[in-house]
């Protein structure tokens, strides 16, 4: 059963940190994320094993940046995506589960070029993919639309992508011994797993169209991210 009031007095302290971004020299960001996989990842070991290995190989990652500059470039209100193959299922190193990874980066259309570039710079550092791993770069349309009292989510990335989302429920569970299985593709400060209600992505580069309606397989999450602390003192995910 899910830890309701645990959960909902973290979430509160995470969203209320929003708010307060603290100054950094090459700046920071602060905002929120949303992912979704092909495999279960709020879910129990039975379910996992089932599909480990024979699934799981795709995601999406999206951050909208709520406010911040990352070298002097304000990236507030804008957002980025990368969708990603992977030769093995994203499992408990994530990423780094795979010995092959492909990725598509998608750049808010309504970012500038400089601050296009900044944003490349984000989701690579996010990421860890190295340039060689990018397949193609896009700019379109960016929209995310997150509640954070509700913790349902929905973003829209032109024609690549559409995820509707919300927060996993006690009626969500099937075996009882559910939890946040996989963690997170990337670094938060906070997180809920969830279900994805519907997830269609196109990614023609990497030959992949995948749908996951009714499936938990999401993440909805906050971020904050400062450029010139160490990859070990940025922020975490943090453990229900």
Same mark, same amino acid.
Request: net charge neutral.
């Given at each position: ?22 100054a950094s020299a090459a700046g920071s960001l602060s905002g929120k ?58 499992g408990f190193k994530g990423l780094k589960d795979a010995q092959t ?55 829209? /990335?032109?024609?690549?992508?559409? %995820?509707? #989302? &919300? ?6 569970? *099937?075996?009882?011994?559910?939890? !946040? ?13 969830? /279900?994805?209600?519907?997830?269609? %992505?196109? #990614? &023609? ?6 749908? *996951?309606?009714?499936?938990?397989? !999401? ?22």
């Amino acid at each position: 059963m899910l830890r309701t009031t645990l959960w909902s007095t973290l979430w509160s302290t995470v969203a209320a940190s929003l708010l307060v971004v603290p100054a950094s020299a090459a700046g920071s960001l602060s905002g929120k994320y949303v992912e979704a996989r092909t495999c279960q990842v709020y879910t129990g070991p039975c379910f996992a094993n089932g599909e480990v290995g024979s699934t799981g190989k795709d995601a999406i990652m999206t951050w909208q940046i709520n406010s911040g500059a990352l070298k002097g470039v304000d990236l507030s209100g804008l957002g980025v995506a990368v969708v990603v193959k992977a030769s093995h299922t994203l499992g408990f190193k994530g990423l780094k589960d795979a010995q092959t990874t492909e990725a598509l980066l998608i750049i808010d259309e309504a970012a500038s070029h400089e601050q296009a570039a900044a944003l490349k710079s984000f989701a690579m550092l996010q990421t860890s993919l190295r340039e060689d791993q990018i397949v193609s770069t896009q700019r379109t349309s960016f929209d995310m639309q997150f509640d954070l009292v509700e913790l349902t989510a929905t973003v829209d /990335v032109g024609e690549f992508a559409h %995820v509707q #989302a &919300r927060k996993a429920r006690p009626g969500d569970c *099937i075996c009882s011994n559910e939890s !946040a299985y996989y963690p997170p593709l990337t670094g938060l400060q906070g997180f809920v797993p969830g /279900v994805t209600m519907e997830g269609d %992505v196109k #990614a &023609r580069c990497l030959g992949r169209r995948w749908s *996951i309606p009714d499936s938990r397989t !999401a993440y909805l999450g906050t971020f904050h991210y400062v450029a010139d602390q160490p990859a070990s003192q940025q922020a975490s995910v943090v453990k229900r």
